[in-house]
């Protein structure tokens, strides 16, 4: 069997290491030793973009919360058309230089797309700071709702969270967000941010393969 290399090494703002790690043609990010992500398993990170993406009608700003591995980027770009802006926070620096370097190919070089803007920031930040100002939201941080472990993620996931999602949404404009779980109190916050939300369960491989993932999509009536 293929051992693993390590091919970089990097701390979030919160401390926790972050390891990029390949196997042959397989790329993993590990945080504090758990996978975080593999190049193996995006279907339903393609669907965050799919799903969001369809409930909006003619989407032209984009946000994306979440790098990753630039897999639910591409399947944006692939979406949109050449007039649409899509704008990506990623909170960690590291993540968007593998992005740029040893990662680029695997979705097809996502950056590289003249219509894609990176802030490296909090895309709490982001929110805050622009209202009304997009179409469609894209969340996939810190593997969704249910794994908040530090109070700071209230801005993002808790009811002062949903609250900001609907101030930065457009009229019509919708956000979904990936989840590696069901989160009830999730959806009942979107609700009380006035915000329309209903559930879907991709498969993370794809074609009736591997877990079930979570994609909860929220419209702004």
Same mark, same amino acid.
């Given at each position: ?34 996978? @975080?992500?593999? !190049? ?13 993406? #369809? ?48 990662? #680029? ?21 982001? @929110? ?7 179409? #469609? ?26 609250? #900001? ?5 457009? !009229? ?6 990936? !989840? ?42």
């Amino acid at each position: 069997m293929i051992a693993w290399e390590t091919i970089d090494r990097a701390r979030a703002p919160d401390g926790v290491e972050l390891v990029l790690a390949r196997r042959g043609d397989e790329w993993v990010v590990r945080a504090a030793g758990r996978v @975080l992500m593999s !190049s193996r398993a995006h279907a339903s990170e393609e669907a965050l973009a799919s799903l969001g993406l #369809a409930a909006v009608a003619g989407a032209r700003e984009v946000l994306v919360g979440g790098l990753g591995l630039g897999f639910t980027l591409r399947a944006v770009l692939d979406l949109l058309p050449a007039t649409a802006r899509v704008t990506v926070a990623e909170l960690v620096p590291a993540v968007v230089a593998w992005n740029r370097g040893p990662l #680029a190919a695997l979705a097809g070089r996502p950056l590289e797309d003249p219509r894609v803007r990176v802030e490296e920031v909090d895309v709490g930040d982001v @929110l805050a700071r622009d209202r009304e100002a997009w179409d #469609a939201v894209l969340l996939d941080v810190d593997n969704g709702p249910s794994a908040v472990a530090h109070a700071a993620n209230d801005r993002l996931y808790g009811l002062a969270g949903a609250r #900001a999602l609907h101030a930065a949404l457009r !009229s019509g404009g919708a956000v979904a967000v990936w !989840s590696a779980a069901r989160d009830a109190a999730f959806l009942r916050r979107l609700t009380d941010a006035g915000l329309v939300p209903e559930e879907h369960s991709p498969r993370a491989r794809g074609a009736g393969r591997g877990a079930r993932h979570v994609v909860v999509v929220a419209r702004r009536p």
